[in-house]
């Protein structure tokens, strides 16, 4: 734990639902002693579900920032955490799941707001079936029964034809043959449940973005020493050898703390530093 950090022995709030507050509090507590307090007066589903009954209406950094501020309000705290998640294709990599998890710190007493994302392999799957098929190669690929299941119907007009949570092999049949009888095609769709009490995979993601979190919040800033100072952005430009115009490559990295405003370089490449001509556009279009 760092020694005399402004957030040691300070309390937060979090607004779950789902038990984050499971991942996420003992790491605050580890690296800034910082004690995490969970709100769950608050019902997060409001803001948005996995599953579509209801939309998420904002994007998910304004979506966490809520959750944050709503922790803060009911708690009567200064400091309030949200953490919001998104699970699908693999931006670049074909046929791979990914999840994007992002986690936010808001200090209502200085306006402070620290944000960190980071993209995470995920369990995140799904399997259309019909009774009495065999689904055996799924579920071990999922990790079930450790990792719950979401049943619906693959096509329907019915509403509210969703059983969530389940963990249990015969819940499961059962589900499958109750919810086909709704579908249009006969067929359902098992998918992950991706709430985060449910999907031991998710909480191990949130506990190693909080510790990014924590890493971010341990350094104050040199000016005004608000927690969060950080890496923002990098500067590029590195010399070619040869022909001595500008590379792609990396010359700085920009830390800045958002409260005030100050920046700094880090990790300044030595002046005399250059790059290798096959990395030049001009040397090697």
């Not at 952005?233 to 990295?253: N, Q, R």
């Amino acid at each position: 734990m760092i020694s005399n950090h402004p957030y040691q022995n300070q309390f937060a709030a979090i607004a779950t639902i789902h038990h984050k507050e499971r991942a996420i509090g003992p790491v605050l507590k580890k690296y800034l002693g910082l004690s995490l307090l969970c709100i769950d007066e608050f019902n997060t589903d409001s803001l948005g579900t996995f599953t579509g009954e209801i939309p998420r209406e904002k994007d998910m950094l304004a979506t966490a920032k809520e959750k944050a501020k709503q922790a803060i309000l009911r708690s009567n705290l200064r400091i309030g955490v949200g953490s919001e998640g998104s699970f699908g294709p693999h931006p670049y990599i074909p046929f791979l799941a990914s999840g994007l998890e992002i986690l936010v710190l808001i200090d209502s007493l200085t306006g402070n707001e620290v944000t960190v994302s980071h993209r995470f392999d995920t369990n995140y799957d799904n399997l259309i079936t019909k009774p009495n098929e065999n689904i055996i190669s799924f579920l071990n690929k999922i990790d079930f029964p450790k990792h719950s299941v979401i049943v619906k119907p693959e096509v329907t007009t019915a509403k509210n034809q969703i059983i969530k949570g389940i963990n249990v092999f015969e819940d499961l049949v059962a589900a499958i043959k109750s919810l086909s009888a709704y579908s249009q095609t006969g067929q359902v769709s098992i998918q992950t449940d991706m709430r985060a009490h449910l999907n031991p995979t998710r909480m191990r993601s949130l506990g190693i973005l909080t510790k990014k979190l924590a890493l971010r919040l341990s350094r104050l800033c040199p000016h005004c020493h608000a927690p969060g100072f950080g890496l923002v952005d990098v500067e590029k430009g590195l010399l070619c050898e040869e022909c001595h115009l500008p590379t792609s490559l990396i010359i700085a990295e920009i830390y800045k703390c958002k409260l005030c405003g100050f920046s700094q370089k880090r990790h300044e490449r030595n002046p005399n530093a250059r790059a290798s001509a096959r990395w030049c556009n001009y040397c090697n279009p």
